[in-house]
């Protein structure tokens, strides 16, 4: 049962990062005049959240599958088909004047830690009601 809920869990996450990360960036992409590097949402934490995303997804299949044969053959396409489009994607951003800046506070696949809990404490705790 614990397997089947940990791999529930990664998927899950997987889920929302992927499906928020693509919405984030087709409505910020659909209403942004002149074109600008996604910096806000999703993209603040990390570089690549929809990939992120399904990483986690398949991760998340792989152990609800059990068979941990799955990984190496999980892995061996990660590297062949995610990698070499995040590493074009990289190269295209680079052409923003933003991106020095962005680079440095963004995970290239994993949402950067620091940065992350920061902004968390920022905008959740400090809506929290003021007991006087």
Known sequence: PWILA???WIYLIGFFYHF???ISKDVQLKHQRPRELITS???AHSRNPNYFG???NYL????LSTSWFCIPVFVAVWVQVFLPNMLGKEVSMARY???PAWRAKTGFLFPWLPSFL???GRNALSRLPRVD
């Open 118 to 120: 920061s902004d968390f």
């Open 60 to 63: 998340g299949l792989a152990v």
């Open 54 to 56: 399904e990483v986690f």
């Open 6 to 8: 940990t791999g529930l």
């Open 97 to 99: 004047e933003e991106w």
């Open 41 to 43: 949402g999703m993209m």
């Open 20 to 22: 928020c990360g693509d």
